[in-house]
């Protein structure tokens, strides 16, 4: 039986800094309560630039809220926060300016390659098909449980809230990705595979799917 892949249609929202205090209301509106909303649309982005920031002269700009604050927001919930600098005017001394410069810094942290530097300590670990098939199984499930919380499915023991934060972060589509890519990598633990060919190729698909 073939099946249809669903696709989604994601959208880029403006006003990282100066709809704060809306986001903050409807991110958990929109990831909790996905019932309420189509299931073929997503977030890709929220952008933006804060206020008296010199690279963004381009744009008419607001919004005062801590980048640190914002930031934190996006990344509760999987979200990317992208900045738009577009002043045409800006002169190359301007390039050096200590706020635009930690703005983009802060931006950047932990953005990429956290799950490469996972695999890479597991490499390192010596870690053997037994015990990378056991740690897939374990993520596998508590990626369905974040799946069915929300379907409205309560998760329960001591990953509970684990699951509640990445079923928010990650949404239906992407729990569903992969725990479908766990599941193959694991059937691949049960044959003379080497554990570092796992392991690198498990490291590009969740790089691509988180």
């Known amino acids: 039986m073939c099946r249809e ?11 990282l800094f100066e709809f704060y205090d809306l986001y903050k209301l409807f991110l958990p509106l929109f990831y909790e309560h996905r019932d309420y909303f189509y299931d073929w649309c997503g977030i890709g982005s929220i952008y933006g630039a804060p206020a008296d920031c010199i690279w963004g002269g381009g744009r008419v700009g607001s919004g005062y809220r801590a980048p640190r604050e914002v930031l934190a927001l996006t990344r509760e919930y999987g979200i990317s926060a992208r900045l738009t600098f577009s002043n045409s005017l800006l002169r190359p001394e301007h390039l050096s300016d200590p706020r635009c410069n930690r703005l983009c810094r802060l931006l950047a942290e932990g953005k990429r390659g956290s799950v490469t530097e996972l695999m890479v300590r597991l490499e390192k670990k ?12 374990g993520s596998r499930h508590i990626l369905a449980a974040a799946l069915l919380a929300l379907y409205g499915k309560p998760p329960e023991g001591p990953d509970a809230e684990l699951c509640r934060q990445l079923g928010r972060r990650l949404g239906r589509q992407k729990l569903i990705n992969t725990i479908q890519m766990l599941q193959t990598y694991r059937g691949a633990c049960a044959y003379n595979v080497g ?7 498990l490291a590009v698909e969740l790089e691509e799917i988180l």
């Open 195 to 201: 554990v570092s060919h796992v392991l690198g190729a």
């Open 126 to 137: 010596r870690t053997d098909r037994d015990a990378l098939s056991a740690l897939l199984d």
């Open 5 to 15: 892949k669903k696709e989604t249609a994601h959208y880029h929202l403006p006003g």
